[in-house]
């Protein structure tokens, strides 16, 4: 229950195209998802998030998008750039005395030129 | 220095070498964490660490050997590993592991140290 299902495992997409990535949980008891970003020797850098009393966040070109009833969440970059090539981890957080993060399984993005 | 720094950022050593990694974190923050990320797997959590307290070790063999002296600080230190060990080794931080409201529970994570052992 306590598993993110994340999809695709890799993207190839056009620069200017729109990647899109998704993730679905089954604990409805998650009260935070994050995306992370990760360049190739790099830890994972905090991208975006969102809270599921939202159904949308956007920033900039990065927008989540929040299904709480489908209990999915997905990752849409605009425009997409061969900067933008990176893997991408969706993560889902529990409330609680212990807060815990779920990574997905991650999804690597090439952005071809 | 800002964020969570991580040394060294590579390192090779034999099986039967002794060494160790660093973590300092610079957003005092309470908890702090290893993570182990391996080629085409997803990251795993090693060790959980909230007021220097030791809260979870998810099944890691004893020749990883944690230890956290204050909130700002986490050490990994390595024995006789084997090959299959070499990996890219994160430490992240949070809040800490508490549910306040105010309290995401989003982690930060370094930059990783690169372990490759021969």
């Known amino acids: 229950q306590q598993q993110v299902k994340q999809s695709p495992q890799s993207l190839i997409v056009q620069k200017g195209g729109i990647s899109i990535i998704n993730c679905a949980y089954e604990?409805?008891?998650?009260?935070?998802f994050p995306w992370y970003q990760q360049f190739p020797g790099k830890g994972p850098a905090l991208l975006i998030a969102?809270?599921?009393?939202?159904s949308e966040k956007k920033e900039g070109r990065f927008t989540i998008s929040f299904n709480k009833s489908a209990k999915q969440f997905s990752l849409h970059i605009m425009d997409s750039q061969p900067g933008d090539s990176a893997t991408y981890f969706c993560?889902?957080?529990?409330?609680?005395?212990?807060?815990?993060?779920?990574f997905g399984s991650g999804t690597q993005l090439t952005v071809l030129p | 220095e800002t964020g969570v720094t991580q040394t060294p950022r590579h390192l090779v050593m034999g099986m039967t070498n002794k060494k160790s990694l660093k973590c300092e974190q610079h957003?005092?923050?309470?908890?702090m964490y290893w993570y182990k990320q391996s080629a085409k797997k997803p990251l795993e959590l090693m060790f959980v660490?909230?007021?220097?307290?030791?809260?979870e070790n998810n099944s890691v063999p004893s020749r990883f050997s944690p230890e956290c002296p204050n909130s700002s600080h986490l050490f990994l230190h390595l024995h006789t590993l084997q090959p299959e060990d070499s990996a890219l080794y994160l430490c992240?931080?949070?809040?800490?592991?508490?549910?306040?409201?105010?309290?995401?529970?989003?982690?930060?994570f370094g930059e990783g140290s690169r372990l490759t052992v021969l």
């Open positions: 993560a889902a957080i529990s409330p609680g005395s212990a807060r815990q993060l779920t």
């Open positions: 992240a931080s949070s809040q800490d592991r508490g549910g306040g409201s105010a309290n995401t529970g989003e982690l930060f």
């Open positions: 604990n409805t008891a998650f009260d935070y």
């Open positions: 957003l005092g923050h309470n908890a």
């Open positions: 660490y909230n007021f220097k307290e030791q809260t």
């Open positions: 969102i809270r599921p009393d939202v």
